[in-house]
C-alpha cells in the first residue's frame, strides 16, 4: 500500500489544522494506522494509532486531549484532528500503515507516507 500525508501548514498557537493521509493499492481499512510525527534533532514520537479491527484509538502522552483520529474506509482515508496546538508540536508529520495491526512504536508499522510540515508560532 502507498501512503500520502497532507494537511500540514503554519498555524497560530490554539489553532487547530487537520492532517489526511489517503492509501492507494489496497483497502486501507484492513490496515491498523498511526502518525508519528519528528521535530528536528528529535526521534520519531508516536502521536495517534487506530486498529484495524474495531477502530479503537489510542494516543501519544503529549497529544491526549487535544488530537482526534478517525477513519473514513469509503474513501481510503485516516485523519488527524489537531486542535488547542502549541509550538512543541512544530514536526514533520508521517502516516503509516500495518496488515498486522499497530502499536505505538515505529517499528510496528511497515508502510510509510512522506510526511508533511506542520509549524505552530507562538
Known amino acids: 500500500v502507498q501512503l500520502q500525508a497532507s494537511g500540514g501548514g503554519v498555524v497560530q498557537a490554539g489553532g487547530s489544522l487537520r492532517l489526511s493521509c489517503i492509501a492507494f493499492g489496497r483497502t486501507f481499512g484492513s490496515y491498523g494506522v498511526g502518525w508519528f510525527r519528528q521535530a528536528p534533532g528529535k526521534g520519531r514520537e508516536f502521536v495517534a494509532g487506530i486498529n484495524r479491527n474495531d477502530g479503537s484509538t489510542f494516543y501519544g502522552d503529549s497529544v491526549k486531549g487535544r488530537f482526534i483520529i478517525f477513519r473514513d474506509n469509503a474513501k481510503n482515508m485516516v485523519y488527524l484532528q489537531m486542535n488547542s496546538l502549541k509550538p512543541e508540536d512544530t514536526a514533520v508529520y508521517y502516516c503509516?500503515?500495518?496488515?498486522?495491526?499497530?502499536?505505538?512504536?515505529?517499528?510496528?508499522?511497515?508502510?510509510w507516507g512522506q510526511g508533511t510540515q506542520v509549524t505552530v508560532s507562538s
Open positions: 503509516a500503515a500495518d496488515a498486522e495491526g499497530n502499536g505505538d512504536m515505529w517499528t510496528d508499522y511497515d508502510f
